[in-house]
């Protein structure tokens, strides 16, 4: 027997019939007037549903219709990304995210209201930086035509005075600025000085003949430096899927982050070439928006050790003319500097959506500034940014030595408090203070509290251990919750915690460095690659079956970031024991099998557990040559003078600029 059917359930619903009728009859005017007293029939509330629907729909075909006609005015008839790469690649995904983090939304607290700019209507909006993805040209073209070195560090022409005010740019981060958010645009730039007031500093020792891991390296380089002359020639990043490249400030990033690491590795005749690109080729003269701090690490802390390296006045002369195009972004009311500065125009301004800055950013570009007023006996940049440094260690907000994430352009108060972190956006503000102490020769006792305040802060606040493996692992705090997220990013506190040590610091941080080293490992080890997810989550239960270290899968990229090598390279030169070496050795091997693009140049990828599938985003970053593949060299190698860390401090683009006073 089956069972009565349960009730019919009661829905409130709306019907609406739309019927043609019983016959089909052509008479216009009488087809009309049935569907008007069709119409007429409804009731109200059936009136007002089919309205709204045909709103909707015209408000989704007029979405559409703008965002459809934007992108093939971008793409201006070419094949898409996605159809070259399934010509060229059959098999492979190009990533479709940017690869930087989308910066985050100011919080719409009513507080933190009263702190904004007005903000104006966005008039256009361009996703990403212009000209992306453009074809590279031939390889023929890299050396150009201009055999002589023509660039002077002589105050640039004031020609932005004849052009046409108030024009609107556009940043890296494809947002619109309008001129009157940001600084006013210089009335005249600043002479510098072209005289360097300290000699340059030369490499310790001939690096001698390479080792078989070191000659690996070389190996990597080269095939990565293959692809970028290739396929991105003075551009900033390589593609190396579609063979071409992407454009974020059209400066040749790759290219200038990767000077000193050719150098170090020995590769004079590609720093010879590279260094002719800079000469005759390099011009920051140029209507573009860059971020002060990216653009600093990279393109000021690049040319900088270029220059202590090779000891070419090329390199310096470069510097300061970029150092000066950087300077307007510290004219705020606080003097915390804004986020983006056109280095044309000179306006500079803070992201679109807020007048906040990142406070890693504002507090990462002491030591490039520093060492570009003690070289060229130019104050100013060492004033702009030690301001910075002063006004944060004054400021409250902060919790045991750990600071916010945000800092406001305005009112010079950190913004949304209450959250910690040693990842994105707060990283580097530790890094620098001990880095800043040491490149100073230990006397700055500030930094160093605030240094040993924050070790404190992160062994209160953010430490735990994971299960089953009992990993030591820093987590992250909001609003007094803790949460077991870590960045790969954090993988640089071993090494900065390990130089700390070498410099005096006390040696329970060792401890806690050699802990996380081992942390930062099985971030890599526990992957099905062997390379680490950008974000991890530690376990923190005891369950069978379950590992320590779990991925989201928003989370499984990995971007050919240094941090893991970075630390090893300090861990192997301050303990001596090999198997950071040999750690290192298997994350190269892993770079070599899952990221390596055939026809040159390494991508990054977005799935670090599928080892069939590792899905390439088509993106070589230039860090990969300016970082990740220096530290595996300077880690294979066991010459402890070559860049001796007594005489030497690494920017955190790994940019090594001299210690003044080495002890
Ligand atoms: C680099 O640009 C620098 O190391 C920075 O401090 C953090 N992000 C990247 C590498 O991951």
Redesign the pocket.
């Known amino acids: 027997m089956y069972p009565p059917p349960p009730p019919a359930p009661h829905r409130d619903f709306i019907s609406v019939t739309l019927s043609l009728g019983e016959s089909y009859d052509n008479n216009k005017s009488r087809r009309r007037r049935s569907c008007w007293r069709k119409w007429k029939q409804l009731s109200r509330l059936q009136r007002n549903v089919i309205l709204f629907l045909l709103a909707f729909l015209v408000l989704c075909a007029f979405l559409s219709y703008t965002h459809l006609s934007s992108q093939w005015k971008a793409l201006g008839g070419s094949p898409t990304e996605g159809e070259r790469l399934r010509v060229e690649m059959p098999g492979l995904k190009p990533a479709n995210p940017p690869v930087l983090p989308a910066p985050q939304k100011a919080d719409a607290s009513p507080e933190n209201m009263l702190t904004m700019l007005p903000q104006k209507p966005w008039k256009h909006i361009r996703r990403g930086p212009p000209r992306l993805q453009i074809r590279a040209p031939n390889i023929d073209t890299k050396d150009g035509t201009q055999g002589e070195d023509k660039e002077q560090v002589a105050a640039p022409r004031d020609t932005r005075q004849e052009e046409t005010p108030q024009r609107t740019v556009i940043s890296w981060r494809g947002a619109v600025i309008e001129p009157e958010q940001g600084t006013e645009r210089p009335s005249r730039r600043v002479v510098a000085s072209t005289v360097p007031s300290v000699p340059a500093a030369r490499m310790q020792t001939d690096p001698g003949s390479p080792n078989a891991r070191q000659k690996g390296v070389i190996e990597a380089f080269l095939h990565a430096w293959k692809g970028y002359c290739k396929f991105s020639w003075g551009h900033d990043e390589l593609k190396p899927l579609s063979r071409s490249f992407s454009e974020w400030f059209g400066l040749g990033l790759t290219l200038i982050d990767a000077l000193d690491t050719m150098w170090i590795l020995g590769l004079k005749k590609e720093f010879e070439e590279a260094r002719n690109w800079v000469s005759t080729k390099l011009n920051f003269e140029k209507d573009v928006d860059v971020n002060l701090f990216?653009s600093t690490?990279?393109i000021l802390g690049g040319l900088l050790s270029a220059y202590h390296l090779s000891g070419d006045s090329l390199f310096l002369r470069k510097a300061e003319d970029f150092g000066n195009r950087l300077m307007p972004a510290f004219s705020t009311p606080s003097k915390i500097p804004y986020s983006d500065v056109n280095i044309g125009t000179g306006v500079a301004h803070p992201p679109r959506w807020t007048s906040d800055s990142t406070v890693?950013e504002v507090t990462?570009i002491q030591l490039e500034f520093r060492e570009l007023s003690r070289l060229t006996g130019v104050k100013k940049f060492r004033e702009a940014v030690e301001n910075v440094t002063r006004h944060i260690h004054s400021l409250s907000g902060k919790k045991d030595g750990l600071v916010p994430m945000f800092i406001n352009t305005h009112s010079g108060l950190f913004t949304h408090l209450g959250v910690f972190t040693l990842g994105?956006r707060a990283?580097?503000y530790y890094?620098y203070l001990l880095k800043q102490w040491i490149q100073g020769g230990k006397t700055e006792t500030q930094l160093l509290e605030d240094y040993l305040a924050a070790v404190q802060g992160i062994k209160a606040h953010l430490l735990r251990r994971s299960e089953p493996k009992k990993l030591t692992f820093v987590g992250e705090l909001a609003h007094g919750r803790f949460s077991a997220k870590m960045d790969?990013?954090v993988c640089?506190l071993p090494g900065t915690l390990a130089l700390g040590v070498h410099h005096g610091l006390p040696t329970e941080h060792m401890e806690l460095a050699l802990a996380l080293m081992e942390t930062c490992y099985q971030m890599n080890q526990q992957m099905e690659t062997g390379l680490s997810p950008e974000i991890a989550h530690f376990n923190t239960f005891s369950q069978p079956g379950l590992k320590d270290v779990i991925v989201k899968p928003a989370d499984r990229h990995n971007?050919l970031?240094?941090?893991t090598v970075?630390s090893l390279f300090y861990l192997y030169r301050f303990t001596g024991d090999r198997k950071y070496q040999d750690w290192g050795w298997e994350i190269l091997q892993s770079f070599n099998k899952h990221t390596r693009v055939r026809s040159g140049g390494y991508s990054s990828i977005n799935n670090v557990q599928s080892i069939h599938k590792p899905e390439p985003r088509d993106k070589m970053?230039?860090?990969f040559l300016?970082?990740t593949l220096k530290y595996l060299y300077l880690l294979f190698s066991d010459d402890r003078d070559l860049l001796s860390l007594d005489h030497y401090v690494f920017n955190?683009?790994?940019h090594p600029l001299p210690i003044w006073s080495p002890v």
């Open positions: 990216e690490i990279r890693a990462s994105a990283d580097s890094e790969h990013l640089f971007l970031r240094p941090e970075e970053e230039s860090f300016g970082e955190t683009e790994a």
